[in-house]
């Protein structure tokens, strides 16, 4: 008797957004975040970004970070393929409440959590991206070389928003350490406020970019696109 395996579902881009909760970001700060998330995805050009891509879908999910330990998925992995899904998935991130109400910064440990929920996600992209929101630099958990390396090596980009109110040099020290992979970027909002103009610009990007390759002809091509259910095409 054999035992039929689902197959992964292709989509453009595998997007995981993490809130930062630490001591540092008061409730009204949390509450900039998580409503300028939910704002970001009812706005018709995210929703236009999301439907032009090869395959016209994105799957999303919402982690909150803190501590070393203090990691948890709210929104677990949700398909996206045009406004209605992505006004529900809006709603959600407008429900959320706040995880852990203390805790330092361990930005090593919200990548390690983060690229783990990758696996089995039932899934398939062109891009994997893990998407850091931070206002903060590290001080606890380790060393953000290692994580980020380890990150990378699974073919997942790190891209960060970062909020410039306490730490000006916050822009570089994100852009030094932290960011990586294909087209990795930071982006940063001089304080809360600016955040949800910010994630919204910030989401456009993400999804709007195309990883390509360049032939031996010159030609250009989009690269690691899913050949099949539960395949990556072969890198060029």
Do not use: C
Request: net charge negative.
């Amino acid at each position: 008797m054999t035992t039929s395996v689902a197959a992964d579902v292709p989509v453009d881009l595998e997007l995981i957004l993490a809130i930062d909760s630490s001591d540092s970001v008061n409730g009204g700060e949390y509450a900039l975040q998580v409503g300028g998330l939910a704002q970001a995805f009812r706005d018709p050009e995210v929703h236009r970004a999301i439907r032009g891509g090869m395959l016209g879908s994105i799957v999303v999910a919402v982690i909150e970070w803190s501590g070393r330990y203090q990691q948890i998925v709210q929104i677990p992995w949700t398909r996206l393929d045009g406004p209605a899904a992505a006004l529900a998935f809006a709603d959600e991130i407008a429900g959320l409440r706040r995880a852990f109400d203390e805790g330092v910064t361990s930005i090593s440990g919200a990548l390690d959590f983060a690229t783990a929920q990758f696996d089995g996600n039932g899934f398939v992209a062109a891009r994997r991206v893990i998407d850091i929101s931070s206002d903060g630099v590290q001080n606890q958990g380790r060393r953000i070389d290692l994580a980020r390396e380890a990150t990378l090596a699974r073919d997942v980009t790190i891209n960060a928003l970062v909020i410039l109110n306490e730490m000006p040099d916050l822009e570089e020290y994100f852009g030094e350490r932290v960011i990586g992979g294909f087209g990795a970027f930071v982006m940063a909002a001089n304080d809360y406020p600016d955040y949800p103009e910010a994630i919204r610009r910030k989401l456009l990007r993400e999804i709007g970019q195309t990883p390509v390759s360049v032939l031996d002809d010159g030609r250009v091509q989009q690269a690691w696109l899913p050949v099949a259910a539960g395949h990556r095409a072969a890198r060029p």
